[in-house]
């Protein structure tokens, strides 16, 4: 029977059929199909269905049109979003191992960071670590306290700050609350100006001892403490004695910078130059050697073992210092040995300090190592102490001058020592206030007196209404804004405008309207 359709492309006759003209009998080698797969294998029927049906793995969206959608439709809904809105418990999210959750690490975060800095930047960012860590270390940590200590870089180590206390009780009756809190301020004060440039601190007990008695010098312990504080710090040069009445005004200055760099500028060994105790000096006898008939001595600042000031009644020991050396041994010697004065304790007003001008007086070599110093360099006075015709330049503080020290020498006799404290304690804050205090108190402070109409206590203000001799009150309040007597008014306050951010912040929560007022 003839076929009724066209001859066969394929060798032999019939139309090829995928799966059904595979030659077994093994005598001849496979034709080589016209229909073969990517590849090189036979294409079945249902592998062409698949394909043309678009199936070949998951499920996506797919068209039959050619050209534009053919191409581009699976990449472009491959790249959206797809969300996942079943609420099927037993759907859960496959855990890859070995991969983790996708977050980078911190250390990795800052290592991108740093690749992706400039060489420029990586050079910045290192100075401005490197700063950071040197303020960290020397300035925040105590490390700032050592490196100021040591003799290459501050040598703080070699001066010793003695302070007169009456630790447990007074001299000669109890302690009431002003005269604990003088006290309290007077030893806060120098604790935070030795822990500032690397100094030691030494508080005596300057309390009655009846040890003393029989030898009519039962508060003469200065000299005593001065030589036991020389043998407690061994690499101690310099013991700058304070009594507990003073205050260190400006807690910026060092010693170094203040006196001791440019010591033979600031002495003065004549003392002529001032001599309110009229001393004749130098001593004229015969038998006395060049170096003790000159007035300065040896011209040497080296052999300078003594410096005090000098106020309108004579030598002041409230603040001066005094230098480790065997001349300081046998000063120290002949200054506690009672035999030199015992007859003369009834007229000694001031004890220990009429004893050094008794000796300086009559004995020429403790001239020839004594310096003196301007009483306003370390010993400025209040306005009122030692004079009765106002102020006297060369002894009263000057508050423009930032005078070092100031000491309220004689406070219990007519004036108040509290008041006087408190009121240069308030002085010492204001006039070394850093920028964050100045902008919280005169700019925070201000707003919130034009705000709520209310003077704000914590803000600190000098000079307010504490003793008669008051100047430029009119000024401070201008930068104040607050009036009180503190001895009413005691501040307890460890941390200045720390109250008033808080009552600002409260202000802000409560307010709903406000008009701001013109009459400051």
Not at 218 to 224: G, L, N
Not at 374 to 399: K, M, W
Not at 449 to 473: E, N
């Amino acid at each position: 029977m003839s076929l009724s359709r066209s001859p066969s492309p394929v060798p032999g006759g019939g139309w090829s059929s995928p799966g059904l003209n595979i030659n077994t009998s093994g005598r001849s080698s496979p034709a080589k199909s016209s229909f073969s797969g990517p590849n090189g294998g036979t294409v079945t029927w249902e592998s062409a269905r698949l394909k043309s049906q678009g199936v070949t793995g998951y499920p996506s969206f797919s068209t039959q049109n050619q050209g534009f959608f053919t191409r581009h439709m699976r990449r472009i809904s491959s790249s959206l979003p797809s969300f996942n809105m079943a609420t099927d418990d037993r759907y859960a999210e496959k855990e890859k191992l070995g991969r983790g959750r996708w977050k980078i690490p911190l250390l990795g975060r800052v290592r991108a960071m740093i690749a992706r800095m400039g060489r420029k930047g990586k050079i910045r960012a290192l100075i401005v670590l490197l700063l950071l860590t040197c303020y960290l270390l020397f300035y925040i940590t105590p490390l700032w306290y050592y490196w100021r200590r040591t003799s290459w870089l501050g040598g703080g180590e070699k001066f010793v700050i003695i302070l007169a206390a009456n630790i447990g009780g007074g001299v000669m009756e109890w302690k009431g609350a002003r005269e604990w809190a003088i006290e309290r301020d007077s030893v806060r004060n120098k604790r935070k100006y030795v822990a500032r440039w690397g100094y030691d601190l030494e508080i005596v007990d300057m309390s009655t001892k009846k040890r003393y008695a029989h030898e009519w010098r039962e508060s003469w312990e200065k000299v005593d403490s001065i030589r036991n504080s020389f043998r407690k710090y061994p690499k101690a040069e310099w013991i700058w004695w304070l009594d507990l009445n003073t205050f260190i005004m400006e807690p910026s200055y060092s010693l170094q910078s203040h006196l001791f760099n440019n010591l033979e500028k600031h002495i003065y060994r004549d003392i002529n130059e001032f001599n309110p105790l009229n001393i004749t000096h130098p001593l004229q006898a015969h038998y006395l050697d060049p170096e003790s008939l000159s007035p300065v001595g040896d011209g040497n600042v080296d052999s300078v073992n003594i410096m005090l000031s000098q106020d309108c009644s004579g030598f002041n020991l409230g603040s001066f210092f005094i230098r480790r050396s065997e001349w300081t041994d046998r000063l120290l010697d002949i200054w506690w040995d009672p035999v030199a004065y015992e007859q003369k304790h009834m007229e000694w007003e001031h004890k220990e300090q009429d004893a050094l001008e008794q000796l300086y007086t009559t004995q020429p070599w403790i001239r020839s190592h004594t310096a003196f110093l301007p009483q306003r360099l370390i010993n400025s006075f209040p306005v009122g102490a030692c004079s009765d015709n106002g102020n006297d330049t060369r002894i009263h503080y000057n508050e423009k001058d930032r005078d070092f020290v100031v000491n309220m020498a004689g406070c219990e006799w007519g004036r108040d020592c509290w008041g006087e404290m408190y009121n240069f304690r308030e002085l010492s804050y204001y006039l070394n206030r850093n920028p964050w205090e100045r902008f919280k108190e005169d700019l925070i402070a201000v707003i919130w007196y034009k705000l709520t109409g209310q003077k704000v206590k914590c803000a600190y203000i000098p000079f307010v209404s504490i003793t008669t001799h008051v100047q430029d009150t009119d000024r401070m309040l201008q930068y104040r804004m607050t009036t009180f007597d503190p001895r009413q008014y005691p501040n307890y306050d460890e941390v200045p405008g720390f109250g008033l951010l808080a009552r600002i912040f409260m202000f802000l929560l409560n307010v709903k309207f406000f008009v701001p007022d013109d009459d400051y």
